[in-house]
Structures are given as structure tokens and as C-alpha cells.
DNA sequence: AACGGTACCGGTAACGTTGCCGGTTTTCCC
DNA sequence: GGGAAAACCGGCAACGTTACCGGTACCGTT
């Protein structure tokens, strides 16, 4: 009720006009000293704090980033505690909306950011878009934009990722080395770059050892430990079951791993597999599953500097890309030679 | 570039005053059908937006809700899924800060989101705090607020938690009749009421067993599964060393699994062992943990209602207490004895 | 013909802030 | 001691919106 002090009271008290409280508090210039003294302890006396409203307003700028997750994950939520930990440096705050991996979501998400008059966005786009009308709409207003993790070529925006091909590809090729020949791979839903990106890796391994794609081992299920689990059911159940699995997910490695122990099979004796993300759950269930880890938080940061970066700058950076290397984890899941 | 269309452009190519627009976006009262049809249809050609910014300053309110919590982990996020989900539903936006379990940056978080202007906040404090008056300085400004799953007496204020004595005396008396006798207590920072009530719970059990309480099996430390693995160890090795161990967060139990599997003690035989939250992890190793769940989603959604009712109510809801029901899972890490 | 009511509309002020411009006072210099 | 520059300050407009008030035109009633 008692309604925060404005620069109008301080004028008031002061007998002084507001453009001279507003000089007083910003510039210091053409201010006199005593008049700057008076309203400076005053606006603490008062504990005055400007209105951003009202800034906002003016300046036509909120000091705030949107920012849309898919979800809130391990990989996710330290990417955004990354994205957080610059941004809050540089004087911004972040709105973290989550998409929960739904479409209609996202747009809803997009618009009341919109609304909100962010300064901008960093977005990592759901599982079920494919539309990307919603983001476009952003970049027609010309809205700083920046994508991270789930990257896009639908979009032409600065974006920041990891290599997700060298990431398959490590863990494929690590899997080739270990002996393993029929290797089977948990994709994800195909729309989405980075299962694509990583499914390309694993054909290039196999592509450089000379070993021929079997269409039967390439399966697509959601981002999901469920489905990940019916998925290996079926893919043990067949004739020539594989030898290996690479899932381009850590969940969807634990999935794997259940359906492999239920059918009463031994990683990595009869079988070998990998994941994705490195999850610190892989460290802890036996056996230890190997994972290609992607540096998250750093990742985040990154992310948030490139967006600061391109507020400021007002050229065009839509062909930006920051690739950061992953690296691979082996665990016991898929090491069944001995180390060199 | 293109500025986005205000009410002003409207009027201007309508040839009517801002006034009448205005009136035709809102209220449609006072204001001829032709006009108003002619308003709505020139509103979507040029697809205007009310802008936010304008309006919160003029009716004094975001529709934001500031929320701050220690962390992003498994049980908060699903928190914050719930208050995310019945907010927007109400048409609220929802600001996350993450303090880190950091004083400093849980203060640094209130005074963004209040330079902000939010509409009030929903809170879980770090554990680190143990000033309030930067919550209370909140108060003070009679800004709407809720704190969550980490309550303090400390704090007047309507809260959503679960009953945490409770879930504490249900791990407890299990761990009794399962015949566990020197049960030990791996609580957390002693300023951190969360953790006193999980440890009033095993006190109160405890005692209804007639039971005498060691103070050497109670160990405080941090929410941490590092301090937990050192404080098992220390544990282990006293002289009369602990059949069973409780652990008040699964993180903790994590910690506290490793080190008995490194003094290769057995679970459940030689030690028990009990968690708190029932994070899926728990499952997956071996042997699986028994945990204490509570119900995250559903207190989010909760503590999101709770607040917007005492948004809209402006009667004190300050001593309004939600208390939800945890409840324990049972699993191998505990269980010596066959079931009844 | 005079009056009251209704339907419709526009102008103004206000939310809190700052940039710009113009004005007054002080200081300084020759 | 006169003029110019510097120091200092206040008024106005504007950011986009709405509440409030006042005004006009038209209708029907007596």
C-alpha cells in the first residue's frame, strides 16, 4: 500500500524539478554538487528504486532474455545455468519457459515472451517442431535470436552446439574397436537435427570401417527411457539380433539397458552399448554405461555471450555457428578388450 | 525496424481519436458496431499488440511471478513444472531464478525480480540462508508471496510442503522393523528446517521404539553426494558402526550407497539404507534404494494455485500451511526381511 | 418546442522516466 | 565593468495505454 517513493516525490521534497533529480541520479552532469548530495541521500533515505516499468517503456528494452528449454533435464538445466550465470553478469534476466517437448507449447511460450517484450531469445527447440513459423515470426520483428543444443538448418540464426556428428561418430567408432560388428543405433524422433546429426556420425564410422548399413538396426523412438525399452525388445528379439547399441541419449541408454538385462544378456560380453549426454546416473548402475558427454555448462555460457554479443553488434551474425567438441566416456557397458 | 502498430496508428488511420480505439479493443461499450468492426478488423491486418510494457505501468502489475529456487534438480524441476503449468493456464508468465544454494545470489535474484516489478513471489530458500530479511523486506512491501518445499519458521508466509516429519518417522520405524538397531541420520545443514523435520521424524520413531538416540549416528552435512560418501565413510569406520543409515536426500543416499559398497558391506544384510525424494535413479542401482517420495508436480501446481489465490484474496493468508503426504517406497536396500 | 435520455466520441491527465531545449545565474577573462 | 562562457535548473514532450469527464447528435416524450 505504501507505494514505492518516485522521482516526482523526491522533486517534491526537495523543491526541486524531476529533471534535475533524474540529472542528480544518472549523468552528474549540470548538477550542482549540493543539489547531487541532497537527492542522493535522500533517494537512500527513501530507499528509492527507479521503475523499470517506466524505463522500459521509454527505452523500449527490458533488460530481459526469453529463454525456451524443452525441458528441464540434466543436460538442459545445466545449459540454462550457464545461459543464467552470463546473463545475470551482464545485467539481464532470463525467463526460462519449458516447452515439455510439445509444439502448441512452444508457441504459446513464444508469444507471451513476445508479449512480455523480451530483448530477445535463445531457444532450443522441442522434439515434436517442425513448423518453424513461430521462430520466424521473431526474426521478422528482428528480435535477437539465438538457438543452442537443438539447432535447426530450417533457421538461419546464430547458433551454438555441440559437434553432434563427431559425437556418434566417436562412439561408434569406439564400438567398431571394441569388435563389436552389428551395431545398432536409438535414434530419435527424425525431425530433430541433432538425432539426425549423431546418426550421421554413426554412418560415417561404420562408412570408414567398411561395414554395411543394416536398415533393421536403425530405429526411431522419442527422446524417452519407455520407449527405448520396446524399441531394444524388438531389436533383441530379431534373427540376427545386434551386438551392440549406440542410443544418441542417455535415458534412452537406460532404457536399452534394461530391456538387455531383462532379456538376461551381458554388456559388455554379448552385448556393447554407449549413450549420450553423460548423465551422472551412468557412473552408478552396473555396469557402468559409456556416454559421450557434452559440456553443458560451458555450452550455456557460450550461448549467452554469442547473444549479448549480438545485441550489441547489429550486424548480421545469422551465420554464427559455435561447435564445441564432445567427448566420449568409456565405461564398462562397451569396453570388452582389454586398454592398450 | 518496423515498429510494431500501437493504438495511435489506428486511430490515425481510422480518422477516430485513441479513445474510441481503445474502447473497441476492451470494453465494446460506448462505442458504434461500424467502428468497432471497422477497429478489430484494421487491429488484425496490421497484427497490433497491446504492449505489456505500457500497461503494467499504467495498472501497476506484470502478470509475472517471480520464482526462486536452490536448484534444478529432479524433484525442484518438477516443482517448478507444476507452478509453471497452473500459472501460465492463469495467465501469469513465471520467471525461474536459480540461487545455487547461494545467500548472495538468492539475494542478488530478489532484488532483479523486484526491479523487475513481479506480481509476487514463490520461493524455496537456499540452503545457505539463514538472514531472512531480504524475504521480509518483500513483505514488508505487502507483495504477494508463497514459499515452497523449503519452508522456515523463520517466515510468515502461506506454504506448500510435504510433511517432512512424517516421511522421516515412515523411513525410520521401517528401518526398525526390518530389525536395523544402531540406525544412523545423514541430515543436512542444520539451519535448514527441511532437514531438522526429516530428523524430528527419526527421533520420533526412534523414541516410539524405545530406542536410545546416539548422537555419534547423526551426521550433518551438505546436500552433497561428495559429503555424503566422506560422512558414510566416517561412519563405517567407528567401532560401533551403524546397521542401517537414512539418508534425508537421495543424492545423499547415492553418496552413502558408494561408500558402503566400497567398504564392501552388503545392502540389505549387512547395512540398510533409505533416501528421500525417490528420484528414478534409485531403480536402477543395485541393489535399488528404498526412498521416501514426494509428490513434486503436485505440490508445484499446488503452491502456483495457493498463490494466486492470495493474489486475488486480499484477506491474510500468512498462516495458510498446505502439508502434503509423502510416502515411502520400499526397495532392496532395506528389505531383509521377506515380506509379510 | 422544450427537455431528458441514450449512443457515441474526443480530449486530457496520468503511470514514471528521460532527452531536449531554453532560460537564468554565476564565473571568468580581458 | 561588460560580455561570453560555463554551470545549473525547469518545462515540455514523449514512450503506449486507459479512466474519466465532457460534449454533440439524435431520438422520443410531453
Redesign the pocket.
Known amino acids: 500500500m505504501t507505494?514505492?517513493p518516485?522521482?516526482?516525490d523526491i522533486?517534491r521534497q526537495l523543491?526541486?524539478?524531476?529533471?534535475?533529480?533524474?540529472?542528480?541520479?544518472?549523468?552528474a552532469s549540470?548538477?550542482?554538487?549540493?543539489?547531487?548530495k541532497a537527492v542522493i541521500s535522500l533517494v537512500e533515505e527513501l530507499n528509492?528504486?527507479?521503475?523499470q516499468?517506466?524505463?522500459s517503456?521509454?527505452?523500449?528494452q527490458t533488460h530481459t532474455i526469453g529463454v525456451i528449454v524443452p525441458n528441464l533435464d540434466y543436460v538442459l538445466s545445466m545449459m540454462v545455468r550457464g545461459i543464467d550465470e552470463v546473463a545475470l553478469e551482464a545485467g539481464y534476466t532470463v525467463m526460462i519457459c519449458q516447452s515439455n517437448e510439445s509444439f502448441g507449447r512452444e508457441i504459446l511460450n513464444t508469444r507471451r515472451l513476445l508479449e512480455s517484450l523480451v530483448d530477445g531469445f535463445i531457444i532450443s527447440v522441442s522434439a515434436e517442431t517442425k513448423n518453424f513459423d513461430h521462430i520466424k515470426k521473431i526474426q521478422e520483428k528482428e528480435i535477437p535470436m539465438v538457438v543452442f543444443d537443438r539447432v535447426t538448418p530450417h533457421l538461419k540464426a546464430p547458433s551454438v552446439r555441440i559437434d553432434n556428428e563427431d559425437g556418434g561418430f566417436q562412439a561408434t567408432e569406439h564400438l567398431i574397436e571394441q569388435g563389436y560388428k552389428r551395431i545398432a543405433i536409438l535414434a530419435g524422433p527424425k525431425n530433430l537435427d541433432i538425432s539426425n546429426k549423431r546418426m550421421d556420425g554413426y554412418l560415417a564410422a561404420l562408412k570408414k570401417h567398411g561395414i554395411k548399413v543394416d536398415q533393421n538396426l536403425i530405429m526411431h523412438c522419442d527422446f524417452n527411457q519407455d520407449y527405448a525399452f520396446f524399441a531394444t525388445q524388438e531389436l533383441l528379439v530379431m534373427k540376427k539380433r545386434p551386438d551392440a547399441i549406440f542410443t544418441i541419449s542417455d535415458r534412452m541408454a537406460i532404457g536399452a539397458m534394461l530391456a538387455i538385462k531383462k532379456k538376461g544378456l551381458n554388456m559388455p560380453e554379448d552385448i556393447g552399448l554407449v549413450g549420450f549426454n553423460d548423465e551422472p546416473i551412468l557412473s552408478l548402475v552396473s555396469p557402468t554405461i559409456s556416454s559421450v558427454e557434452q559440456p553443458s555448462f560451458e555450452l550455456g555460457k557460450i550461448t549467452a555471450k554469442l547473444f549479448i554479443e549480438s545485441m550489441h553488434d547489429n550486424e548480421d551474425m545469422s551465420h554464427v555457428e559455435k561447435i564445441l567438441k564432445p567427448k566420449l566416456y568409456i565405461r564398462e557397458s562397451s569396453q570388452r578388450l582389454l586398454k592398450k
Chains 1, 2 share one sequence.
Open positions: 507505494k514505492p518516485t522521482i516526482k522533486a523543491n526541486i524539478s524531476v529533471s534535475t533529480v533524474s540529472r542528480a541520479i544518472r549523468n549540470d548538477v550542482n554538487k549540493e543539489t547531487k528509492y528504486q527507479p521503475n516499468l517506466a524505463l517503456l521509454r527505452n523500449k
